[in-house]
């Protein structure tokens, strides 16, 4: 929701809450537990952060913050990123895809996608009621249509689809708390952190699934012996943990939209859950035994785990990661902590816009039917500027993942802790120097 500025006069700086964008520093003291966005911005106290609030902002958020400007005296502002050529370059090329248009939605697009997973709940509850002995095929529909729920309120949360914040936030409510069950405040701050610094250790909760599974050496030492135990079979046990993904992500967010203060919209998100239980649980009742319920459950929430789950993990989790410290700029960090995947011909719509994560990540706002033309772009910058850009297949990119957590898991069986990660350590990497060497010799 575009809101106006709550202040008419600059505020007094305070040394522990400026921020800086385009060299100017503004105090967030008082704003960022009013942020849509979350307190996200608290990670970048004292730092440059002109590219990741050119990333997610447009002009309504410009005005407020002017009303942020903080007096002098304050100190010096950081090095801004945007001096680096790589960070002008990617700059260049988001005003270049605005001035095309690519920033602007194809709402009918969308409406589709909208029909698609509307029409996947009403042929579960056809089955069912017409047909219960055939249960198995309602399941894989309701399944189906809460991966493709997730990706649809996903555009619609990032406000790509439409310019006013107000639509974007009630059909997200919609699509992620009526149909997919989940609290979506408790997705925006989860995710709109991971889209700030992904793959960063201790920040980006999309790559800790600690005391289960472990992307990185350094997540071993806080782990007691059980979870050494854990991450040291990961390769086994990666497969069920990711298929009980929903209902632990169902559980968490059910209990952020009742336990956390000031939670905006609290009614609507906790009507939103509760109508989704409603509607499930009541499709289950309209089979007839005990037996086929429990099956109708185990089948429909295990598969949405899974078909989710397995999108996000060749997304990341195979790429380097970062100490805070130590991450790069913001926009070669989304280069290099994200991979691209090669969806066979005909099912990108399987990815929800996801196959291409590095274009979604340096522009986040973008309609993903738009990825596509923007994408040979951002691939031949990266050549230009020495910076990775990974593509593999979903299959590659899967056993990608598997090296990973089979490094990691012998790492935790030898009693390892601190041993950082390989920078060029996968296929992946591998491939992507292939590709960065061909875009090279294409741009000479």
């Known amino acids: 929701m575009d809101l106006a500025p709550r202040m008419a006069e600059p505020t007094s700086p305070h040394p522990d809450h400026l921020v800086y964008i385009d060299g100017e520093a503004f105090d967030v003291s008082r704003w960022a537990k009013r942020h849509p966005g979350g307190e ?24 407020i913050l002017r009303g942020l400007l903080a007096k002098a005296p304050h100190a010096p502002a950081p090095q801004p990123e945007s001096a680096t050529a790589f960070e002008r370059a990617v700059a260049q090329l988001r005003d270049k895809a605005d001035a095309e248009g690519l920033f602007v939605a ?25 047909w219960p002995e055939a249960w198995v095929v309602g399941a894989l529909a309701v399944a189906l249509a809460w991966q493709q729920a997730g990706w649809l309120s996903h555009d619609f949360l990032h406000h790509s689809v439409f310019e006013r914040r107000l639509p974007g936030d009630l059909a997200g409510l919609v699509f992620g708390g ?7 405040d408790w997705w925006k701050r989860k995710h709109n952190t991971h889209h700030a610094l992904p793959n960063v250790l201790g920040v980006d909760e999309d790559i800790d699934a600690m005391p289960l599974l472990a992307f990185d050496e350094r997540d071993l030492q806080r782990a007691s012996p059980l979870s050494r135990a854990l991450v040291g079979v990961q390769t086994v046990t990666a497969l069920p943990i990711v298929a009980f993904a929903r209902l632990n992500w169902c559980v968490r967010s059910a209990l952020w939209a009742v336990r956390t203060q000031q939670l905006p919209r609290r009614g609507l998100e906790l009507g939103a859950i509760g109508l989704h239980h409603a509607w499930s649980l009541g499709l289950l009742a309209l089979l007839p035994t005990w037996g086929d319920r429990l099956g109708f459950f185990l089948v429909s929430q295990l598969l949405a785990g899974l078909l989710t789950g397995s999108v996000f993990l060749v997304g990341h989790n195979a790429r380097p990661i970062y100490a805070h410290a130590e991450s ?46 923007i994408a040979p772009e951002v691939r031949a910058l990266c050549a230009q500027h020495g910076v990775a ?36 350590a996968s ?7 292939g590709l960065l060497q061909q875009d090279r010799d294409r741009v000479a």
Request: net charge positive; aromatic share 12%; proline share 6%.
């Open 40 to 63: 996200i911005l608290l990670r970048f106290l004292g730092k440059d952060a002109t590219a990741v609030f050119a990333a997610f902002h447009g002009a309504p958020a410009r005005r």
């Open 106 to 130: 194809s709402r009918p697009w969308f409406y589709r996608k909208a029909a698609l997973i509307l029409g996947l709940v009403a042929l579960a509850f056809g089955v069912v009621m017409v």
């Open 178 to 184: 009526l149909i997919l069950g989940f609290s979506v």
């Open 328 to 373: 790069p700029g913001f926009s070669e960090l989304q280069c290099r902590a994200s991979q691209n995947v090669a969806a066979p011909l005909g099912a990108r719509w399987f990815f929800g816009g996801l196959d291409y994560q590095i274009e979604h990540h340096l522009f986040p706002t973008m309609p993903r039917h738009h990825h596509a033309r």
């Open 389 to 424: 850009y990974v593509q593999r297949g979903f299959l590659a990119s899967l056993g990608d993942v598997w090296r990973v957590l089979a490094r990691v898991g012998r790492a935790a069986r030898r009693g390892e802790q601190l041993k950082p990660r390989p920078q060029v």
């Open 427 to 433: 296929p992946g990497e591998s491939q992507g120097r």
